[in-house]
């Protein structure tokens, strides 16, 4: 098997636009998922014994089924009782709600965090429950869980991958259609693994420089 | 397509689904196995003092690491075999989720020794012990209830990570529901089904992961306690 | 001190550095069979060093150590087989500021696990062994505890039993009361001084306790900034010490 370097002029161009795709659905993704963990963690701390437990049962439920599953579950049954969305949107949504789960814990764990004393403070102070939380445990709270949120963006990243199944022309979508039509598969899938090595490994050195910063 | 009542038509699905169930628990069982040893022998290897011992470990780990699990499974699958190495697509699917997970158990493995006491190990030696005694009899039996919560967790990733070999046509759960979509259609009913039957097939891990969270900390004092 | 016998342990010239801080410079000395030595000195001074390095949990950095005649560990010549290094440690047992007890392992489990595993000692004699051991230390009753379920004085003592499992001629012990609440200090002192009158170890004892550096002692050594700086007979040192430097730590630790 000899690796085809001309054909590399054709791929990386084409690699690129995918990886472009792959950056915005995985930054779309990653807002959808810390808005949604916020909002959970949020509603939890002051919800109800019934509300609380309703809200653990998705939150398993989420995390417990695979992603794949669920994306088809959006892609192809959610269309049929409701409006239809483009593959793209259907996929940040799919990737979001999953990831919505895991993050959801860090939020609360991180919530746990700050101390007692600020929320008295804030009592003390005559904040209200909105300032509180806007001007006192939101930014205590970014602080501590950034590094985790980090990484649960490279498992983003990473899981992007699947949108590919849903006719997502991600990174992966390009690879596989180029490879398909032209059976370039060594070179294709190649080029793939060092460019997807790259950007992950460089996402996973700045998540560690963050951590030993923030420390 | 079809006029079967709901009943009817789980009836005629559950065989399908049932054999494909069987086959994700396969594939589990089989990579969770391939994983625990990759991982303990990377895990170890990363700690060996010679960097040429650790080097290629790293190497292995920072590569499955940082890739998707789905692009390695592709890669595994159309690669492989363009240089000679031919591999059925259970294999091949099983050897990407071991290497896969075992990239993480090995970071489990290595931070979890290195968590128990140096004192322990100057013990061992203290009472002349062979490094491979130390390692056995102090050091791991320490190091292992530390590796339990997030062993547990991995499982339940790598339980969900089977349904990705599916779309190299290994007939596992996932697959299954695809083909009878594809058959019958009624897509709501067949991929509900199949959300279900991960869910369940999910929860004696969940019960599990709860059970070793709450543990966490207390595995010495109970010993005696509870006699 | 006469030369007649091998000495138990010797330092020939051990220097031993971190970079460019040099924590023990060109020391040397030697301890004789069933001699009590104890090393006191302000902390940094190198007192642990030393027992660590007769452990082989620290290297010299030059220089070299011997254990009844045969190397231990050598900083400058060729690098020792493990076997040989286990030969010669074989003889030196040595407890810990922490203790470092095995929390998997009951009391026990703790004394009988070197001597099955070290010395192939079948598992009823060193169960025997070890509850006589416990005994000695008075923790017959505590055999089936775990290390969590004792308190700080028992699990040294226990430590104490497991060290003295192994038979050592020499005995290391490494500020073994520091770690402990003031009321249990006693408990674990009374069981190294029984010891001493009833057994013909070498011992060398590093510790802050100037009362217990002094009675347990045939020798004491005073230590600063890695050097020794006084050696003499316990009743000297303490009461009409040669050096100034020594004279102002006693002074220091007696306010």
């Known amino acids: 098997m000899n690796f085809d370097l001309n054909s590399i002029n054709v791929i990386l161009p084409l690699l690129l636009q995918g990886l472009k795709v792959t950056v915005i659905a995985s930054t779309g993704a990653v807002i959808v998922a810390i808005a949604l963990g916020l909002l959970i963690a949020i509603v939890r701390r002051s919800a109800g014994r019934a509300l609380r437990l309703a809200i653990d049962t998705v939150v398993t439920v989420v995390r417990s089924t695979p992603l794949l599953v669920q994306l088809y579950l959006l892609f192809y049954v959610l269309p049929l009782y409701g409006p239809a969305m483009s593959p793209m949107t259907t996929g940040i949504l799919g990737l979001g709600i999953h990831y919505c789960a895991y993050l959801s814990e860090v939020f609360r764990a991180g919530i746990d965090a700050v101390p007692k004393g600020q929320w008295e403070a804030a009592i003390a102070l005559q904040f209200n429950r909105l300032q509180t939380w806007r001007r006192l445990i939101i930014p205590q709270v970014v602080r501590i869980v950034l590094p985790q949120v980090g990484n649960y963006f490279i498992s983003i990243y990473k899981h992007s991958s699947l949108l590919a199944t849903i006719t997502v022309v991600e990174i992966l979508g390009t690879t596989l259609n180029y490879a398909g039509e032209t059976f370039r598969y060594f070179e294709a899938f190649t080029l793939l693994g060092i460019i997807y090595f790259i950007v992950g490994f460089s996402l996973s050195r700045t998540v560690g420089y963050l951590e030993r910063r923030l420390a | 397509m079809n006029d079967y009542s709901l009943t009817e038509f789980l009836m005629r699905i559950a065989p399908a689904l049932g054999r494909g169930a069987l086959v994700s628990i396969e594939v589990a069982l089989v990579s969770a196995v391939g994983a625990l040893l990759i991982g303990f022998v990377t895990g170890l290897a990363r700690l060996s003092p010679h960097w040429y011992v650790r080097l290629p470990f790293v190497a292995y780990v920072e590569l499955f690491r940082s890739t998707s699990s789905l692009v390695q499974i592709f890669y595994f699958f159309y690669v492989l075999p363009l240089v000679g190495i031919r591999l059925d697509a259970f294999l091949t699917g099983a050897l990407v989720l071991s290497l896969n997970f075992g990239a993480y158990v090995s970071e489990v493995v290595r931070s979890a020794v290195q968590s128990v006491n140096p004192g322990q190990w100057q013990a061992g030696v203290a009472l002349n012990m062979e490094r491979a005694q130390i390692f056995r009899r102090i050091i791991l039996p320490q190091a292992f209830p530390v590796m339990l919560p997030a062993l547990g967790n991995y499982a339940l990733e790598l339980l969900k990570a089977t349904s990705l070999v599916s779309l190299i046509t290994i007939t596992e759960l996932t697959f299954a529901g695809s083909q009878l979509v594809q058959f019958y259609g009624r897509p709501t009913t067949i991929y509900l089904a199949v959300f279900t039957i991960y869910l369940v097939m999910a929860l004696p891990l969940v019960a599990l992961n709860h059970h070793i969270e709450r543990r966490a900390g207390g595995v010495w004092q109970g010993k005696v306690r509870h006699k | ?255």
């Open chain 3, 1 to 255: 001190m006469n030369n007649q016998s091998t000495p138990a342990a010797e330092f020939v010239d051990v220097t031993k550095s971190y970079g460019t801080l040099e924590v023990l410079q060109n020391l040397s000395f030697s301890i004789a069979p069933a001699e009590r030595v104890s090393l006191i000195g302000p902390s940094g001074s190198g007192k642990t060093t030393i027992l660590r390095m007769l452990m082989t949990l620290e290297q010299p950095t030059s220089g070299d150590i011997r254990v009844f005649g045969k190397p231990l560990s050598s900083g400058t010549g060729p690098r020792l087989r493990e076997q040989d290094v286990r030969a010669a440690r074989a003889h030196i047992g040595m407890v810990f500021q922490q203790f470092n007890l095995f929390p998997h392992m009951s009391a026990i489990g703790n004394v009988m696990e070197a001597p099955m595993q070290v010395l192939g000692m079948a598992k009823d004699d060193a169960r025997a062994m070890a509850q006589a051991l416990l005994d000695r230390v008075g923790l017959g009753a505590k055999a089936d505890s775990y290390p969590s379920q004792l308190s700080g004085g028992q699990q040294q003592r226990v430590a104490i039993a497991r060290a003295l499992a192994m038979k050592p001629q020499i005995m290391l012990l490494d500020e073994i009361t520091s770690a402990l609440d003031p009321e249990l200090i006693g408990e674990v002192l009374d069981v190294v001084h029984s010891l001493a009158s009833e057994t013909r170890m070498a011992m060398l004892v590093v510790t802050h306790e100037m009362g217990f550096a002094r009675d347990i002692a045939d020798r004491v050594i005073f230590m600063e900034k890695g050097r020794i700086v006084e050696e003499g007979l316990p009743d000297q040192v303490f009461e009409d010490p040669a050096s100034e430097r020594t004279r102002s730590f006693l002074r220091s630790v007696r306010r």
